[in-house]
């Protein structure tokens, strides 16, 4: 799909994984680190620091998992899984001030972005020049399939609405999801959330907002279920069978 790339803002947005290594201003024992550590899950409170790019207003953030990994001296390697918009370093200044001693981070390393993970799903522009060249050289294409990945991983981690093949035409000139073209969805589903529609082959045909709770979804028969903000299939791929009932045919 040529335009796959717009589906990027609904990655930017997702929870993150950090690997982090914080220094600590003067030593101190690693079970009251542990205990520190420990504090910082669950729901924050963050100032953004002064050098950042966006308002330093206060900000609640949720710290999914916070792991101590390693400890040597006065470096504290750690994990951390949080909301987007958590900063680090902020973290790491905060823990430092909590043990008393001061702490700064020293280093940071981006491990997971939503459903991408560096061990799995990513890989280095080298890999990138690589594949392409071996497929143009000799029409290998099985390193180019691993690098160049569908546009339907980017969504596994959404709230997700399987329509009929007859709503798949309708939806990709950009009408909205009525009652009638779901064919089944996710318990995940919320009213106001963003959804992701598919073919029953697994193809993303667009992205929008549920109106309701899939419970509701389930039982309607009419109306629409949701309104459709980005296509991403192209018009023409499934039949126009909305055309036919318009026309009365």
């Given at each position: 799909?040529?335009?796959?790339?717009?589906?990027?803002?609904?990655?930017?947005?997702?929870?993150?994984?950090?690997?982090?290594?914080?220094?600590?201003?003067?030593?101190?024992?690693?079970?009251?680190?542990?205990?520190?550590?420990?504090?910082?899950?669950?729901?924050?409170?963050?100032?953004?620091?002064?050098?950042?790019?966006?308002?330093?207003?206060?900000?609640?953030?949720?710290?999914?998992?916070?792991?101590?990994?390693?400890?040597?001296?006065?470096?504290?390697?750690?994990?951390?899984?949080?909301?987007?918009?958590?900063?680090?370093?902020?973290?790491?200044?905060?823990?430092?001030?909590?043990?008393?001693?001061?702490?700064?981070?020293?280093?940071?390393?981006?491990?997971?972005?939503g459903p991408f993970k560096?061990?799995?799903?990513?890989?280095?522009?080298?890999?990138?020049?690589?594949?392409?060249?071996?497929?143009?050289?000799?029409?290998?294409?099985?390193?180019?399939?691993?690098?160049?990945?569908?546009?339907?991983?980017?969504?596994?981690?959404?709230?997700?609405?399987?329509?009929?093949?007859?709503?798949v035409d309708a939806v990709?000139?950009?009408?909205?999801?009525?009652?009638?073209?779901?064919?089944?969805?996710?318990?995940?589903?919320?009213?106001?959330?963003?959804?992701?529609?598919?073919?029953?082959k697994g193809e993303l045909?667009?992205?929008?907002?549920?109106?309701?709770?899939?419970?509701?979804?389930?039982?309607?028969?009419?109306?629409?279920?949701?309104?459709?903000?980005?296509?991403?299939?192209?018009?023409?791929?499934?039949?126009?069978?909305?055309?036919?009932?318009?026309?009365?045919?």
């Amino acid at each position: 799909m040529e335009n796959a790339t717009k589906v990027i803002g609904n990655v930017v947005h997702t929870v993150k994984e950090y690997v982090m290594v914080v220094q600590l201003h003067d030593k101190v024992e690693e079970d009251k680190l542990r205990r520190v550590v420990e504090y910082f899950r669950g729901e924050i409170y963050q100032r953004p620091p002064l050098r950042s790019s966006v308002k330093r207003t206060l900000r609640k953030r949720r710290i999914y998992e916070i792991e101590l990994l390693e400890y040597t001296g006065r470096f504290a390697l750690l994990r951390v899984t949080s909301d987007p918009g958590t900063y680090m370093r902020k973290l790491a200044h905060d823990m430092g001030l909590l043990l008393g001693v001061g702490a700064h981070m020293r280093e940071l390393r981006r491990t997971r972005t939503g459903p991408f993970k560096e061990d799995e799903t990513l890989f280095t522009m080298q890999e990138v020049m690589e594949a392409v060249t071996l497929w143009r050289e000799s029409g290998d294409e099985r390193l180019l399939r691993r690098v160049v990945q569908p546009v339907e991983v980017s969504i596994v981690h959404m709230p997700k609405i399987m329509i009929l093949d007859t709503a798949v035409d309708a939806v990709a000139h950009g009408a909205n999801l009525a009652a009638p073209g779901v064919a089944r969805l996710t318990s995940d589903v919320r009213k106001g959330s963003t959804v992701a529609l598919l073919t029953l082959k697994g193809e993303l045909v667009a992205l929008g907002v549920s109106q309701y709770d899939s419970g509701e979804i389930k039982n309607m028969s009419r109306g629409v279920v949701v309104k459709v903000k980005r296509v991403y299939m192209p018009t023409g791929v499934y039949p126009q069978a909305w055309r036919r009932q318009v026309s009365g045919t």
